[in-house]
């Protein structure tokens, strides 16, 4: 049950709170939101330990507790086991006349240094040595002239056995440098690795030191030591010799010793005494400092790496005033104090404080009863971070709970707004009322583009902030404002619009206002016309434009903003508007070049008769340039449209040849189109296309009846002679050539590949030229022009008043011609004769050809005697077994004769006897018919010599399904 004196004790602390922000949340977009949090900043408890008798001194690090009481012992705890605790009489190993000071306690909890001085003239001051495994204490013997008043501990050491090099500071000024270690073989004196005095403050006066601390900056041989005096803060920086991994702090003094005393920081002071205190971030390194003297807390930031002063260490320094005390109290300056990340703890005889590092406001007081004794000391754990008070009868652990609830509202009114967001948690409330504040602080100076970008981040209402901008004329600063606010912007595609509209609006009206006032080549036009595409660019306005487009596009048309337009649609790939734009206002040329560049077909097909009336060359030219990008065959229309007039006639008929000439169209559309504009316009132009087109009607890429009618209409007879000649329509094309030119009509004679219809059409030549004029020149010229037609054949086309003797040559050279024909027949009459009566010589002999057949002779096919068998005898001495020779033919044979064969066997096994001797129409048996017939079909040729073996020069000796049995029995 919690005693009346606690109660009093809990009542008696009181958490200031700190005064809300000056901000009116309304400025932000968040309601409902809690900004402070009532959980007490420090709480106090007191400890269940039962010392007996009055505290006198108190030292804590590691877990590790140890008292000094009143009569003359040491109460010694492990915090981690509260229940296990140890007294030890330490009176009994110091002289009788010393009297305790101090004691001291390393970061590990291991090295405890217990400091006496004399309480009179005849006796000497002792440093005891006392090690946490031991209950014996030990005297450091070469301390007996030196009063020690701190002591400086190494942080980096981390053996249990040894102190490592440490520092000692004396009553008179005195610095000492020194390596305690636990020899168990010494009973009543602490091993000492050396003792020397390395330094004197108070350069021969009696300064006494009140702090010491040294420590190494990470991952150097540097090392800053801080020293204190009731009076002046001495630093010393500067590297240490490093001996077996263990530094000569000594080396770091040589350089002091010869200049004058410059690096201290001096605080009038008529107090005795001083206090110093680090605080250690999560890595151990020192990262704050405070000095307590009588007219404050020197306070400030530590930068060990820092190369702008090497003999400083300071940082943001300053000195933080004490509270104002009640009326009552007569302390003005406390006893002690202990450092945390934001506050100094305070320690008074009746009570503790804590103050704010960066405002200096008061946030908590604690008042102790007088039951527990006046306060002798304030300490701090420097591993564990505990912090613990003590007075003559308790002992008081402080809880620090998130101390730093309140630093983003303070760095926010010291206008430190970065420190003020990293110290919020990541509240969002916190976030944007820091935001809003920082954005009307910039905007206030004048910053405020800088302004716009922190406005851009806030919950705030979105017209205020436009409005205000506006009202100030900061065009710039709106276009950031909204810039950032679009980035922001995800699904929201009302407000994604309405600004992607504004931001445009904004930017065409600057670069309007330049362009009127003449500074169109001026940086400052190009720096915004630049932004400005930049902006077009981003990924959201482009996804945006596909809506707005038709907007963006009439804002920029009102602004006259032609070359924007062409980049917005270029951006867009909606050149259809643009273009057409273009042609609207008559700027062709234009037009045509913003088609060029773009080289999109669809655009050229849908503009090309538009700028093909008004600008027929340069279209042409614009087309003849895109080449094969653009269908001859969807220019159509575009060319009907303005065929009309020669100009544009010569200019589609020049863009139609080059595309035929260059790549090859084949396109029938296209070629009759350039057809009927060659009947309409060219003749001679149709006459060398036809002639290049060829006389094959499968090669021409034109329609030959559309042609044929065409030209018929127009009259061109020599068209159509050309054109009737290619559908095989000989004789009107004969007939047409011949009103026209007998020469025409000549050339097309020769044109056919029947020598019939060659003649027939020469004669249809002769008997017009002849019933024309009777003209017997030219008649025989025709006979020498053509071979195929004779002085007969035209004979009958003269009249009848023309003599014979007008035809004497021709008729005599005709019958010459029959008398040599006449020749020649006689002599194939008379080879004939003779190859005849050589084969029936040859017939005859053959009959009388015999062969012999010896015993010894065998079948070519198995190799056994020939005479054991029916057997085959050819002219060429080969010798087939009749079996043998039908085996080897059958696979050989035509399917028919394959077919035939098997029948014939057939009948030569199931017929009787009877049957086969039947004699038959060829006056032979039947059986010498069959016999004669198989016959036929197997011994037609040799095997071996004939038509087959000659078929199957090609084929492998060894069939492919038999390598494998031909490979092993060659094996």
């Not at 008070?389 to 809880?399: C, D, E, L």
């Not at 340069?618 to 007039?645: H, M, R, V, W, Y």
């Not at 009947?679 to 499968?698: F, I, K, N, P, T």
């Not at 010798?879 to 064969?901: G, Q, T, V, Y």
Request: aromatic share 10%; proline share 4%; hydrophobic share 40%.
């Amino acid at each position: 049950m919690t005693s009346i004196f606690d109660q009093y004790e809990q009542a008696s602390q009181v958490s200031q709170r700190s005064v809300p922000a000056s901000e009116q949340m309304t400025s932000s977009g968040y309601i409902n939101m809690q900004l402070n949090d009532n959980t007490p900043m420090f709480s106090k408890q007191k400890m269940n330990f039962n010392p007996s008798d009055l505290i006198t001194h108190v030292a804590v690090s590691s877990d590790f507790l140890v008292l000094a009481m009143a009569n003359g012992k040491l109460f010694r705890l492990d915090l981690k086991m509260p229940d296990q605790h140890e007294e030890i009489q330490y009176t009994k190993f110091v002289q009788p006349n010393t009297k305790l000071t101090s004691i001291f306690l390393d970061p590990l909890g291991y090295h405890l240094l217990m400091a006496f001085t004399a309480r009179n003239k005849d006796g000497n001051p002792e440093l005891v040595y006392l090690h946490r495994k031991s209950s014996k204490l030990k005297t450091v013997t070469k301390s007996r002239n030196y009063e020690v008043t701190e002591v400086g501990w190494n942080y980096d050491n981390r053996s249990t056995v040894t102190t490592g090099p440490i520092l000692l500071g004396t009553s008179q000024g005195h610095i000492l440098e020194t390596e305690l270690e636990a020899d168990s073989d010494k009973m009543f004196t602490a091993s000492q690795q050396y003792w020397r005095q390395i330094f004197d403050i108070g350069k021969g006066t009696d300064t006494p030191i009140t702090g010491i601390q040294f420590h190494r900056v990470s991952n150097t041989s540097k090392y800053f030591i801080f020293v204190t005096t009731p009076t002046r803060l001495y630093q010393f920086i500067g590297h240490a010799m490093i001996t077996d991994d263990k530094p000569s702090l000594q080396s770091i003094f040589y350089s002091y010793l010869t200049t004058p005393e410059t690096g201290f920081q001096e605080i009038p002071s008529t107090l005795k005494y001083s206090k110093l205190q680090f605080y250690f971030d999560k890595t151990n390194t020192p990262k704050t400092f405070a000095w307590l003297t009588e007219p404050g807390i020197f306070y400030g930031q530590l930068d060990p790496t820092s190369q702008q002063n090497s003999n400083s260490l300071f940082t943001q320094s300053e000195l933080i005033n004490y509270p104002s005390d009640d009326a009552n109290s007569k302390e003005t300056t406390p006893i002690s104090f202990v450092l945390t990340e934001f506050h100094a703890v305070l320690m008074y005889s009746d009570r503790v404080k804590a103050v704010s590092l960066l405002n200096q406001d008061l946030v908590y007081e604690d008042k102790y009863s007088e039951v527990h004794g006046k306060l002798k000391n304030i300490v701090k754990d420097p591993i564990r971070r505990t912090i613990w008070a003590v007075t003559g009868n308790a002992v008081f652990r402080y809880k620090v709970s998130r101390e730093e609830r309140n630093v983003w509202r303070i760095y926010s009114d010291k206008e430190q707004f970065d420190l003020a967001k990293q110290y919020c948690q990541n509240n969002p409330a916190f976030i944007d009322i820091i935001n809003v504040k920082q954005a009307e602080l910039l905007f206030g100076k004048g910053d405020y583009d800088r302004s716009a970008e922190i406005y851009a981040e806030t919950q705030s209402s979105f017209e205020t902030v436009c409005l205000k901008f506006l009202e100030v004329e900061q065009v710039n600063a709106l276009k950031v404002y909204l810039g950032k606010r679009l980035d922001a912007l995800e699904d929201d595609k009302t407000l994604i619009s309405m600004i992607v509209i504004w931001m445009t609006e904004l930017y065409l009206s600057q670069l309007g206002t330049l362009r009127r006032k003449g500074n169109a080549d001026a940086q400052e036009y190009h720096q915004i016309q630049s932004d400005f595409e930049v902006f077009l660019l981003q990924p959201k306005v482009v996804k945006c434009m596909q809506h707005i487009k038709s907007v963006v596009y009439d804002l920029m048309s009102s602004h006259g903003d032609k070359q924007n337009l062409i980049k917005l649609t270029v951006i867009n790939e909606d050149y259809e508007n643009v273009v057409a734009q273009n042609i609207y206002k008559k700027s062709y040329t234009e037009a045509l070049n913003m088609l060029m560049s773009l080289k999109k077909s669809d655009l050229f097909y849908q503009f090309a008769p538009a700028l093909m009336e008004e600008m027929p060359k340069q279209t042409a030219n614009a087309l003849i340039d895109q080449g094969p990008l653009l269908s001859p065959s969807k220019l159509l229309p575009a060319f009907l449209s303005c065929e009309n007039d020669k100009a544009h006639v010569t200019e589609i008929i020049r863009y139609l040849e080059f595309m035929l000439q260059n790549f090859n169209v084949k396109d029938r559309a296209i070629h009759n189109y350039l057809l009927t504009l060659y009947v309409e316009h060219d003749h001679l132009a149709l006459m060398r296309y036809l002639v290049r087109q060829g006389q094959e009607l499968s090669m021409v890429n034109y329609d030959v009846h559309y042609a044929l009618r065409l030209c018929r209409e127009k009259g061109l007879s020599e068209a159509c002679v050309k054109l009737s000649a290619l559908l095989g329509l000989w004789e009107s094309a004969a007939e047409l050539a011949l009103d026209v030119d007998v020469a025409l009509a000549k050339g097309l004679a020769d044109l056919p590949d029947d020598p019939a219809l060659q003649r027939r059409l020469w004669l249809g030549i002769a008997e017009h030229v002849i019933t024309k004029n009777q003209d017997i020149k030219e008649a025989m010229s025709l006979l020498e022009e053509c071979p195929l037609i004779k002085i007969e054949d035209i004979l009958p086309f003269f009249s009848d008043v023309v003599t014979i003797n007008h035809f004497r040559e021709p008729i005599c050279q005709s019958l010459q011609e029959y008398n040599n024909q006449i020749e020649e027949l006689k002599a194939e009459m008379e080879d004939a004769t003779k190859s005849a009566e050589y084969v029936r010589n040859a017939i005859q002999s053959f009959r009388n050809r015999s062969v012999l057949v010896s015993v010894g002779d065998a079948c070519c096919l198995c190799d056994i005697a020939l005479l054991l068998r029916p057997f085959y005898l050819f002219p060429c001495a080969h010798r087939f077994h009749s079996d043998c020779l039908l085996a080897e033919m059958a696979p050989i044979l035509a399917p028919a004769r394959r077919n035939k064969l098997t029948d014939l066997q057939r009948q030569l096994a199931v017929l009787s006897n009877i049957e086969l001797s039947t004699v038959t129409s060829t006056g032979l048996p039947l059986r010498e018919v069959l016999k004669n017939e198989i016959d036929d079909i197997v011994a037609s040729e040799c095997v071996f010599c004939g038509e087959h073996m000659i078929a199957c020069i090609d084929k492998p000796f060894i069939a492919d399904e038999d390598w494998d049995r031909v490979m092993k029995e060659w094996e």
